[in-house]
């Protein structure tokens, strides 16, 4: 194999294909089908047919979903696949990878598994333009020449791990949110059952008003394990889409009668707006309930200084042109700020973690809501000026007398 010659070669043809030749050990009587190059004289000796082999290569990487780089055994660019770009933009045939691959856990395998004939495997991170976590394989490959040589080259694989990552981070972050949440009234139930145990043993005033506490810490808790539990269970069934067909109307006043309690508690007043024919949808009742109970109580409770809150039901059409039920719930209290928005509907998020715990929330009824809606094929849409209140809006598919169960 003569891959030292390529200098020339290389420069007269350009591109990747030259290279390749020079790599593979190009002979000079070989036939040439490359468009536009002057075939070199013929000669004696055959050595298979480098441009055909190259455009197999091509092919074949081509093909592959994940990028794919070709190098020869110095390290530089073959050729590459579309997909290739997407991790190094700056690849360009027959340069050294280096230039395009800067990353040096990268330069690293590829000069060992150049010297070593082994395939490595590498992970990296890019910080630029986004956190992306890529692993990258470069495996030598032997391919035999007609005459009995052989060419040797490096193919890189990439697979790119920014989700496995992500769902790994969400993950650990979940459960580390989950047991804050459940730790801290536990803590204070250890507390509590201490002090009764010895300091407070005998005082009947400090068990009744401990043993309240108390009460209110493991409703916390059992509430918390509630609302985790209805996630998953939707989160089970979203691929399940509901199929009894429901009566938006008497559910969101029935929504509205079961809040009144709270609403009066806060000085608040509830104004429902409901047309007077039905509005169906496909719909898990209870699903739906608990969604939109949680959007009316968030705003009685975040939204409490507004004094009002509007529930409106309503028909409308998604900007694709389908039928749709909107129930909007409006606040006029402080509202959200931006920076905010598109984290609200996470896990365990909030605005502000004090004011929503003293309230006994835990952060979860807005995913709820979110996967509630999902399921049902809808969406949550939030908007909120500050200073001016906030309103949150449910968007369901509207289920018409025409269109049939699924
Ligand atoms: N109408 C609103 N006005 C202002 N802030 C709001 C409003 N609705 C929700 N928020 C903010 O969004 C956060 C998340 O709401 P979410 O319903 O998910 O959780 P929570 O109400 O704190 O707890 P949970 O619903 O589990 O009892 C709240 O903590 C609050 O900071
Ligand atoms: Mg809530």
Redesign the pocket.
Known sequence: MTNDNDGNDKDTRGGWRGALRALIGRNEGEADDDAGVPAPAPSPQKRGNPARRARLIEALIGGLPQPAIVLDREGRVITFNAAARGVAPALRSGEPALIALRMPELVDAIRRAGRRREQQRVEFFERVPLDRWFEAFVTPVTLPETDGTQAELLLMTFNDLTPLRRVEEMRADFIANASHELRTPLAALLGFIETLQGPAKNDVAAREKFLAIMQQQAARMARLID?LLSLSRIELNAHRPPSTSVDLAPLVRQVADGLQTLARDRQVEIRVGVPTDPVMVLGDRDELIRALE?LVE??L???AAGKRVDVTLSRAQTRAGAPEARIAIR?F????APEHLPR?TERF????VA??RSQ????????LVKHVLNRHGGRVSIESVLGQG?T?TMHLPLHTAAAPLP
């Open positions: 609302d949680n968030n705003a409770k975040y939204g606040d209290g402080p509202g959200i609200l998020y909030r605005v502000d004011d929503s006994g929330g835990t952060g979860l009824g807005l995913a906030a949150f």
